[in-house]
């Protein structure tokens, strides 16, 4: 794990949604996880793979804090994020595991140190039988996935691969509201599913348009209008269902 | 809709899902689906989308008989499939309307006459409470659909058009076991989120190769063992979870 990774983490962080979850969830209300044990709260350093964890299959794994990065890897070693999971939200791959007993094309790795909740096999089938407050939060965060999975289809799908590069670059420096933004283009191309080779060469092309600037390690944003300008463009392409 | 694009529903449907989901669900079991109304269920004819049907908003559905693809559309008019529904299965995007009264960057139309069962609102909130085959139906569909999209982004991310194609001709001829397959290059290329002519100059590519044989309005496969070969290829480029 490079620690300039990890720096990536507030990218994609949605404005609040762990704090709105972690509310309908009645994680920060104390209800349906009052009456799960205490002693169900496992710390798990950043690095760790969830997958390797074997005391943590057959539970359902809910990230109180802390942040995990859910990604697939081709054969070719090529990776691409899929999505991050912070406080308050499911791993959705525990969860397929525990009802399904067999894996995800998908990996989960965290990224800043995370305290999970590991909800055993009896007691989901015990909260999903008894809790209004639980099914509505599984049911809740289901279609989160659900739909944050469809608008990276359409980034995927409809965006180049610079505008994209652009987009998460835009994310980034907002969310650390810094004008220099330090991560590796190994980082970048994991985020993207691409090669560091390719990314290094958009990143020039950005650089030769005047919108970034490359330093030793990182990036000096020196057009931020541009930058939030081709966000908004890739974010309003799609139509919608109603 | 053009004829031709209805001649591809064959392409992804699962090799007995929908049996399994509708076991599952007690579809066929006559569990909870009998404590809902007869005049729930509605004929929709080929090419109406579920997103018009304002009658339809605020339910569950339920797709009983009959397909419904679901894609999205870039401003420019692109398309790509994200997958189809069929008989047994839930519609997602009207659960996320149904849960969160907004849309999802998707649309769904009819592509075989359809039957759908309509769930209200408050039926949907009994059944969640009280029946446990309604529950696990629900969460089943929900983690088939989750992986199903990660498989989406794999593809999407790690396989090249061409690649893709190939895919998706082999599962075509597969299914309808003709040596000769009807299609038009547009139908394609809003199966894979590009354009025509792309798909046409791909087409060119694997004619010039020897693998398959392009006709008026048809594709004559010769090599079927090179076009397994690429499927086989782009299915096992995955690592998995666990």
């Not at 067999?102 to 140190?113: I, K, N, P």
């Not at 283009?185 to 030769?208: D, F, W, Y």
Request: glycine share 6%; hydrophobic share 40%.
């Amino acid at each position: 794990m490079h620690k300039q990774e990890c720096a990536l983490t507030a990218i994609n962080r949605p404005t609040a949604p762990s704090k709105k979850l972690a509310d309908e969830a009645g994680l920060s209300g104390n209800t349906w996880q009052g009456t799960l044990d205490s002693e169900q709260v496992l710390s798990v350093r950043t690095g760790a793979k969830l997958g390797d964890c074997r005391n943590l299959s057959d539970s359902l794994l809910v990230v109180l804090e802390g942040v995990v990065k859910v990604y697939q890897t081709a054969a070719n070693g090529r990776e691409i994020t899929l999505h991050r999971i912070y406080g308050g939200q499911i791993c959705m791959l525990s969860l397929v595991c525990l009802l399904h007993s067999r894996g995800l094309h998908a990996q989960a790795v965290v990224e800043e140190d995370a305290r999970l909740l590991v909800i055993p096999s009896e007691d989901f089938d015990r909260l999903m039988g008894e809790s209004d407050d639980f099914r509505r939060y599984l049911v809740n965060s289901m279609t989160y996935c659900i739909s944050g999975m469809m608008q990276l289809v359409s980034r995927i799908s409809f965006s180049t691969l610079d505008l994209r590069l652009a987009h998460i670059i835009h994310q980034f420096s907002d969310r650390t509201s810094q004008r220099t933004v330090k991560f590796t283009h190994q980082a970048l191309a994991n985020e993207l599913g691409t090669s560091r080779e390719v990314v290094s060469r958009l990143l020039k092309g950005l650089e030769r348009a005047g919108t970034i600037r490359l330093k030793r390690g990182s990036i000096e944003i020196i057009d931020k209008r541009e930058l939030k300008a081709i966000r908004v463009a890739t974010e309003n392409q799609h139509q919608f269902y109603n």
